[in-house]
Structure formats: structure tokens, C-alpha cells
């Protein structure tokens, strides 16, 4: 019994560490969502499922929240994939001899904190001594105000966000890459297959279930985002999620609930329906990109 015990007990403070910091806050947080508590007070007044009602039908920044997350989901995966893809086909086929060191290059932004990349686009986008504006005004363009409206403030957080990731998202493409079978690629050559053929009838049917992972862990990431835009306009006179609550993300809306207002049980509450819909989103993109028979 005690040699057989021996690996469990090697074992056990892993497990212990996981029940305190990841099973605990789970059931804990569910438990608060049907709760009025500001998370000081020691009594938890019990409401039932008053915070989950007042989040769809009277909360209107929950609604705006969603919208802008999903407007700014449809905006950034779709850059994010194809810049990836394109990077990872462009240093397969022709940047053979450096591929590694360009491979670095591409992958540092995703290394980088977002606070650097915040102050970065911050300086970059500003209105008056911006380089973008500078360019612009070098071009007999008009200088935007680029972090002072909506419209060109989602431009900014979409292309911070996929200047980010995308060299995640190539690494990822360049691994599914390697277990293409050259042999397909000197067949089609052989037929008379240009580039773009072969980039369109073998390389990106092969590479459906690196799509598929991409797709939907990059769509989980930008469900969740929250430090880029928060800190995007951090120190200005804006308000919380920019511009006309331009880029107010269901996570920013969630931090305001839990940790300035604090209504902890309505930001659990908020927390647990932003669950369920990323678990719906989920499912149905791993369906779609499901192996066909």
C-alpha cells in the first residue's frame, strides 16, 4: 500500500493548487452570481437568477458590450488568419535559406507585453505628433483623429490586435506545413499547376484542422479581449472603452461591474452568460470545421 500510495502523493500538490485556484473560483463564482454582494461584506444577500435577468433585459451596456465584441471578432479573425497564412506560405516557399530568423521577426509581437504594444500605437495613432497622421499629411491627406471617433478607433484596436497575434497564428500554419507530403506539391507541379493552385487545392485543404484550431482559439482570444483596448486609451480623457464606448468589450464590462462598481455577484452573473455564449460559438465552429465523411 505505501509504494503503491507513493505516486499519488507526488502528485497531490498539483492537484491541491488546482482545486484552490482553478475548481474554487469556478464553483465560487457561481455560487455569487445569484447573490447581491460587493465582495467586503460578509453577508451574501441571495437574489436567484435577478442578476442573470437584469444582464438581458435591463443592462443596455451588456447588449453594447456584445455588439462591440462581436463587431470587433468578424474584424480582426479573419486578418489575423489570412496574414498568418500568407507569412507562413511566403517563408515555406521562398525564404528558404532565412526562414528562421523571419520566423522570429513575425513571432516577437506576440512575445510582447500589451502594455508595450498600447503605448506603441498609442504614439504611432496620435492625433498631432503621430507618425501615421505624419505620412498621411505627406500625402496631402487630412490628419485623423484617430483615437477621438468610433469608427477609426475599432481600426486601431483591430490592427493592434492582429499585429499582435498573427505570428501565432503562423507558427501554427507553418507546423501544419511541415506534414504536407512534398510529393503532392511535384505532382501538381508536373500537371502544369501554377502557385496559386497549388496553394488552393492542396495547401489549404490540407491544413483544415490548423484552421480549425486557429480559428477558434483565436476567436476565444478576441471574445476575451480586454488589455489592449483598457489600456489603449489608459491616461487619456476618454471614457472606459473608448470613444463612445466604441470598443467597450463584454470583459471591460465585466471588470466595471466586479471591480469599480463592485457588484461582484452581477459580474459573476455576467461572467457565466459570456460562458455560455463563447461555448456556443465554440461548438459550432469545431462543427464546421468537423472532418466531412
Known sequence: MRRKSVPYLMILPYFLAFLAFNIFPVVFSFFISF???????????????????????????????????????????????????????????????????????????????????????????????????????????????WLGKAGPTRIVVTLMEIWRNYGYAMIMFMAGLSTISDDLYDAAKIDGANWFQQFFRITVPMLRPIFAFTVTTGMIGVLNLFDGPQLLFSGTNQPMGGPGRSVFTIMIRFYEASFLNFEFGYGSAIAYLFFIFVSIVSALLVKAFGERE
Open 35 to 145: 447573490t447581491n454582494w460587493n465582495g467586503i461584506s460578509a453577508t451574501k444577500e441571495f437574489v436567484g437568477i435577478a442578476n442573470y435577468i437584469r444582464a438581458l433585459t435591463k443592462d443596455s451596456f451588456f447588449f453594447l458590450s456584445l455588439k462591440n465584441t462581436i463587431l470587433l471578432t468578424i474584424l480582426i479573425i479573419p486578418g489575423q488568419i489570412l496574414m498568418g497564412l500568407l507569412m507562413a506560405c511566403l517563408l515555406k516557399d521562398f525564404f528558404r535559406k532565412t526562414r528562421g530568423a523571419f520566423q522570429l521577426i513575425n513571432f516577437l509581437p506576440y512575445l510582447t507585453t500589451t502594455v508595450a504594444l498600447a503605448i506603441i500605437f498609442q504614439l504611432m495613432f496620435d492625433w498631432k505628433n503621430g507618425i501615421v497622421n505624419g505620412l498621411l499629411s505627406q500625402m496631402g491627406i487630412e490628419s485623423i483623429y
